[in-house]
């Protein structure tokens, strides 16, 4: 597997000891109005693989983050949260998508409580205001990308309740988790692969906002996709991650699975545009 890293790539021991000379840096960072990594590690993650998706943000409040496998458009998502909940972010090649990225970063974790040269807009649930900066600036560096932010008028996919009730379906319930119970040594909750015979993940104590992270790699929507179900809080879910599962499209399953439908409707959304974008090559 090739791996290519912001800075330099260094062995483990050595790259979680740099967080010694964090300090400086990230004062200065802070006086000139950009967050950056210290050090950070971008793998491909294999297509033939299906991978543990999604991140483990344990290891934030220590200055270390872990995303196991994201497509490059959730990074985008990542450092600019505002266009998150209405998968706002438009544009680019279609490998954003589907190509999913390991990213293994160390930083200061004294920034979390520095006061901050803007503000993002917008937050993920456990990612510090700080981190989404710092993605700003790897996805600049690393990925090459640019951007516009514009008004369009244009037909959304909006995600509403199916049922008169607003019951849900057996693969979608609001979780009763208990996220601090460690189960052989981590935390149970998060998205990871159910059974290695079966191409189906589980997420147990997410947001919602989650879930409909993982209906984009399911679904071609037309159209930015809009939470308009009002429904808060953790859930628990059970997803197929090929948009094919016996003999049945996602999409169909939406209303007997989940609880689920899918309304277009027009409306004016601010969007992201993503004008350049490159997959990040070896230093």
């Known amino acids: ?8 790539a260094l062995p483990r021991a050595k790259l979680l000891a740099t967080t010694a000379i964090g300090v400086a840096l990230t004062a200065a960072a802070i006086a000139q109005g950009r967050l950056e990594f210290e050090v950070a590690a971008i793998r491909p993650v294999a297509g033939d693989v299906l991978p543990r998706l999604g991140y483990d943000l344990r290891g934030i409040s220590n200055g270390r983050l872990l995303i196991r496998a994201l497509p490059a458009r959730e990074l985008i998502e990542w450092a600019y949260p505002e266009f998150r909940d209405s998968q706002r972010v438009l544009g680019g090649p279609p490998w954003i998508r589907t190509t999913l990225f390991e990213i293994e970063a160390i930083f200061d974790a004294g920034i979390l409580t520095r006061e901050l040269p803007t503000n993002p807009g917008g937050s993920i649930p456990g990612v510090p205001q700080a981190v989404t900066l710092m993605m700003r600036s790897l996805l600049e560096d ?20 199916a049922r008169p009730d607003g019951g849900l379906g057996p693969d979608l319930r609001r979780s009763r988790t208990n996220c601090s119970e460690l189960v052989e040594g981590r935390s149970p909750c998060g998205v990871r692969q159910k059974d290695p015979t079966v191409a189906v993940v589980e997420g147990r104590g997410v947001p ?59 409306t004016r959304e601010r969007v992201l545009v993503v004008d350049e974008i490159k997959e990040p090559s070896p230093n």
């Open 208 to 266: 919602f906002v989650t879930f409909m992270g993982m209906l984009h790699l399911g679904i071609e929507f037309d159209g930015p996709l809009r939470n308009m179900t009002g429904l808060e809080g953790l859930f628990d879910f059970e997803f197929p991650v090929r948009p094919q599962i016996d003999g049945a499209s996602l999409l169909s399953r939406l209303t007997p699975r989940y609880g689920l439908k899918i309304e277009r409707r027009r």
């Open 142 to 161: 690393r990925f090459g990308f640019t951007f516009h932010v514009e008004e369009r008028e244009m037909t959304i996919a909006a995600l509403a309740l």
């Open 1 to 8: 597997m090739r791996c290519f890293a912001t800075k330099r």
